[in-house]
């Protein structure tokens, strides 16, 4: 009798252990999905500052370096392609999103550097202002990709390791998108300081 109940004691106690790694477990997924909602969120808002900064930077330029034509047109199609792909994913980052991010960023890295050849538009006070704005757009842009990302893989480790990914499967949790471009020649993000165009890899 004493056998049976100290058995009884042990799988009592086995199963609160269970539950409440269970518990643990389950809402430790939910902590990670809402801080990757909430980090997205971040780069969302200055996706879309962005989008609103291009229109006058390109203006700007347009007014005085009207033979970049090509490149002005350019950086505007992107911007357009990048806004439509936000709107239809509903603002949710996506693969074929996190591309047209990236090419867009190259695009305003080669806007930056043909305005080298115009004097005249670097000493403008509206190309300045939105030079700088722009640059600490992009800065934010990828402190925040790299935030998420980073949440993003935590979050996807968890649910894809053993025994985490029973509670995973149980609690319907699906993995996240990382937003991040597979090409190596767009994975660089344009850093515009006054005057001084440089170029370095993003860290993912």
């Known amino acids: 009798m004493e056998f049976l109940i100290g058995l009884l004691v042990v799988i009592v106690v086995l199963a609160l252990i269970v ?34 900064l ?18 002005l047109e350019s950086v505007i199609a992107l911007r357009n392609q990048a806004r439509q792909l936000a ?7 996506t693969e074929a ?5 990236a090419e ?3 695009s305003i890295r080669n806007l930056i550097v043909s305005v080298e ?5 670097k000493s403008d006070t509206n ?9 600490d757009t992009e800065d934010r842009i990828a402190a925040g990709r790299r935030f998420y990302n980073a949440n993003v893989r935590d979050y996807n480790t968890r649910i894809e390791s053993v025994p985490s990914n029973f509670v995973a499967n149980a609690g319907r949790f699906e ?28 860290a993912q």
Do not use: C, M
């Not at 050849?117 to 538009?121: G, H, I, L, T």
């Open 87 to 93: 709107d239809t994913a509903g603002h949710e980052p």
């Open 104 to 106: 867009l960023s190259q």
């Open 97 to 101: 999103r996190a591309a047209a991010e």
């Open 19 to 52: 539950v409440i790694w269970w518990i643990s477990t389950h809402n430790a997924l939910v902590r990670g999905r809402n801080l990757i909602q909430e980090s997205w969120r971040q780069i969302d808002v200055e996706l879309t500052r962005r989008y609103e």
């Open 54 to 71: 291009i229109p006058n930077l390109v203006e700007t330029v347009r007014g005085f370096a009207a033979h970049e034509r090509n490149t």
């Open 127 to 135: 190309f300045l202002h939105l030079q700088r704005e722009l640059s």
């Open 117 to 121: 050849a115009y004097p005249e538009v």
């Open 175 to 202: 993995k996240a998108t990382y937003f991040e471009a597979n090409d190596p020649v767009v994975r660089q993000a344009p850093q515009v300081n006054f005057g001084e165009v440089s170029e370095r890899p993003e």
